[in-house]
């Protein structure tokens, strides 16, 4: 039953879409691009951060058991192994860390209001590099879960 919206949209919210955008223009990333975006891959690349996943197919397995939600987070239709690889594979991590970076700066001049952005940054910035090391300090965040407005 419909409480709320998603924990990970919430995450999602304080980052820079306009940058992000702007990025992907930059660097061709959705240039013959027909079903997986960027936007997509990193929202699929902050999900697995945010739950520690440490593989592509863990990845992939965690998608599918929630499968119904998926569109809710921003992950049209279903994501592929392969699909999730070649993404990886071929896209510049500049397009994910320009974002980042702008969240730092946005930190640095107000730190009150973007400590969440540069959290979700930092834990996006790690996956997109292909870091293979797990966050210790914090436990995996229930994403899937609702939550009252």
Request: glycine share 4%.
């Amino acid at each position: 039953m419909y409480e709320g919206r998603f924990v990970f949209s919430q995450i999602m919210d304080p980052l820079p879409w306009h940058i992000f955008e702007h990025c992907v223009r930059r660097y061709n990333g959705n240039y013959r691009v027909r079903t997986f975006s960027c936007a997509q891959q990193f929202r699929v690349m902050a999900i697995a951060q945010l739950t520690q996943r440490t593989s592509l197919r863990d990845i992939i397995i965690c998608l599918k058991t929630q499968r119904e939600k998926l569109y809710h987070l921003g992950i049209a239709g279903g994501v592929s192994l392969s699909a999730l690889a070649k993404a990886n594979e071929f896209r510049s991590w500049h397009m994910l860390n320009h974002p980042i970076q702008q969240s730092r700066y946005a930190e640095r001049a107000n730190p009150a209001s973007c400590n969440l952005a540069l959290t979700v940054g930092q834990c996006c910035r790690r996956c997109a590099l292909n870091s293979a090391v797990p966050m210790q300090s914090t436990p995996a965040l229930p994403l899937f879960a609702h939550t009252r407005s």
